[in-house]
Nanobody
Framework: VQLVESGGGLVQPGGSLRLSCAAS???????NMWWYRQAPGKEREWVA?????????DYADSVKGRFTISRDNAKNMVYLQMNSLKPEDTAVYYC?????????WGQGTQVTVSS
């Protein structure tokens, strides 16, 4: 199982970024897929989830209405579209799957929101 995030960078407040998570070694559509983030000096927090069975999504209150999680089953990819970014969204963003009684994480991608 491998998860590889990409798409982070430096963006001004109000801007947008799309993060990608490339999954390999398993079929991501068969599992709930999560995005988490960790800001400096803070604990890792969940951001969004897309569920395997229904494709339904859920978001942390802090990003609801601004972020959208989606998946491309043919490409085995999961995405996080982030709009109206705020400085408090600055963090390392991680893709996650819980499979076989184990949590798997990518290496993370840095998102910095600053003017």
């Amino acid at each position: 199982v491998q998860l590889v995030e990409s798409g982070g960078g430096l963006v001004q407040p109000g801007g947008s970024l799309r993060l990608s998570c490339a999954a390999s070694g398993f079929t991501s559509s068969s599992y709930n897929m999560w995005w988490y983030r960790q800001a400096p000096g803070k604990e890792r927090e969940w951001v969004a989830v897309i569920r395997s069975a229904t494709g339904s999504t859920d978001y942390a209150d802090s990003v609801k209405g601004r972020f959208t999680i989606s998946r491309d089953n043919a490409k085995n990819m999961v995405y996080l579209q982030m709009n109206s970014l705020k400085p408090e969204d600055t963090a390392v963003y991680y893709c996650n799957v819980y499979r076989g009684f184990k949590d798997y994480w990518g290496q993370g991608t840095q998102v910095t929101v600053s003017s």
